[in-house]
């Protein structure tokens, strides 16, 4: 006995709708981070706060990488004007080297920009510093995992600085070293 060409209809468009929904789907997890606003500026960076290692709130980052991250969380801060989370982050490798930079991070816009590396103790500037995507080609998916371990909410940051440490430690990806 064959199926009703109406129902045999339903299936097929039922099927199709679920894995449309299944292709759609993060990309509009992704699109809460985007939110337009033409008249947003950015404000003045402060300078690169201290930073301590020994406080460090480490996490994973996909990618089965070598690396592991962590941010003081006595370096985070909110600016209430421009919804900007800068942080201090440092990159530990295998071997024990450390790359440290001064970031931000738009998460309105899903975006990043590195501020200062320090080079010796000494913070230097990054020469035209611009935003980028965190869902892009970067040689570092640190600041998504970031923002996904509490540093954003959807398109607003994830609170107070303290708000956001307390976030990232619950999140699961911290990890004591």
């Given at each position: ?124 500037p990054t020469t035209n510093p611009q935003w980028q995507s965190v869902f892009g080609n970067m040689p570092s998916t640190h600041a998504l995992a970031f923002a996904k371990a509490g540093a954003c909410d959807g398109a607003a940051p994830g609170g107070t600085a303290a708000e956001i440490a307390a976030r990232v430690k619950d ?7």
């Amino acid at each position: 006995m064959r199926p009703e060409p109406a129902l045999q209809t339903f299936s097929f468009a039922l099927r199709g709708l679920v894995l449309a929904l299944a292709v759609l789907a993060p990309l509009a997890a992704s699109a809460q981070f985007f939110k337009d606003n033409p008249d947003w500026k950015e404000t003045e960076a402060p300078p690169p706060p201290a930073y301590d290692v020994a406080k460090l709130m480490t996490f994973k980052v996909n990618g089965g990488q070598s690396i592991v991250y962590g941010v003081d969380p006595a370096s985070i801060s909110v600016t209430k004007a421009d919804s900007v989370v800068r942080y201090v982050i440092v990159a530990t490798s295998a071997s024990g080297v450390r790359n440290v930079m001064y970031e931000g991070l738009h998460c309105a816009t899903g975006e990043m920009k590195t501020y200062a590396r320090e080079f010796a103790g000494k913070w230097e500037p990054t020469t035209n510093p611009q935003w980028q995507s965190v869902f892009g080609n970067m040689p570092s998916t640190h600041a998504l995992a970031f923002a996904k371990a509490g540093a954003c909410d959807g398109a607003a940051p994830g609170g107070t600085a303290a708000e956001i440490a307390a976030r990232v430690k619950d999140f699961g990806l911290y990890r004591d070293q």
